[in-house]
């Protein structure tokens, strides 16, 4: 089936440490998103890819590192200089096709908890 | 600065009743306007897209609406289920940055058997 993946679906990580949210797209789309979700509010941008090798940053980018080596794949770090990283982090994906807007799928989210 | 907001922030009704959950925008040049859903835990599912140059979308029970001028929209669910339980999110993005969109914080939906 075609969608998106991402994992783990519960991730805990220390203080100081660095911890990486996996996202796979097979739906052939080229622009990939990543969203943070605080309880009771609305999704935040993180970082955005249009296409393989290019990526820019979002509303709150500081804290998080983003790669896209392959069109497939999104994956997200949050670095131990977020300082409050307990959230749902949500990956997307979109075509890119501006005259018909960008129906965007999301992927079932992975929750992130500082311990 | 753009914003999208949604009041209320929860809203509870019995089976079978007929609602409007608003959505209302910051700047009118809006490029599209979406309609999601997301339950608990879940990441979101794409109920209705509105392209600027629209007025309104449906699907099966649900209609969207687009008043650019006043900067709201509206989703209409009819004959509401207790399976439409969950929270609906709008988003929006503006043909400045047509890939980037501004949700909304939700509103939490309950129907009640």
């Known amino acids: 089936d075609g969608g998106i993946t991402q994992s783990p679906k519960y991730l805990f990580r220390k203080e100081g440490q660095n911890v990486t949210l996996s996202c796979e797209q097979n739906?052939?789309?080229?622009?990939m998103y990543w969203y943070r979700q605080d309880p009771g509010q609305g999704l935040r941008l993180i970082y955005y890819?249009?296409?393989?090798?290019?990526?820019q940053k979002g509303d709150i980018a500081e804290g998080y590192s983003v790669s896209r080596e392959k069109k497939e794949s999104f994956p997200l770090t949050v670095t131990s200089a977020q300082k409050n990283p307990t959230a749902f982090y949500l990956c997307?994906?979109?075509?890119?096709?501006?005259?018909?807007?960008?129906?965007?799928?999301f992927g079932e989210g992975s929750w992130l908890t500082v311990v | 600065k753009q914003e999208v907001t949604q009041i209320p922030a929860a809203l509870s009704v019995p089976e079978g009743e007929n609602l409007v959950l608003n959505c209302s925008f910051t700047?009118?040049?809006?490029?599209?306007l979406q309609w999601f859903r997301q339950d608990p835990g879940k990441g979101l599912t794409s109920l209705l897209l509105i392209q600027s140059s629209q007025r309104e979308q449906t699907s099966g029970r649900l209609n969207a609406s687009l008043d650019k001028s006043s900067g709201r929209s509206t989703l209409y669910i009819a004959a509401s289920q207790p399976g439409d339980s969950a929270t609906y999110l709008c988003?929006?993005?503006?043909?400045?940055?047509?890939?980037?969109?501004?949700f909304g914080s939700g509103t939490r939906l309950l129907v009640r058997p």
């Open positions: 997307a994906s979109s075509i890119i096709n501006r005259p018909f807007g960008n129906t965007i799928y």
């Open positions: 890819s249009q296409i393989v090798n290019d990526f």
């Open positions: 739906l052939n789309h080229d622009a």
């Open positions: 988003a929006a993005s503006w043909g400045d940055s047509s890939y980037k969109l501004i």
């Open positions: 700047d009118s040049a809006i490029y599209n």
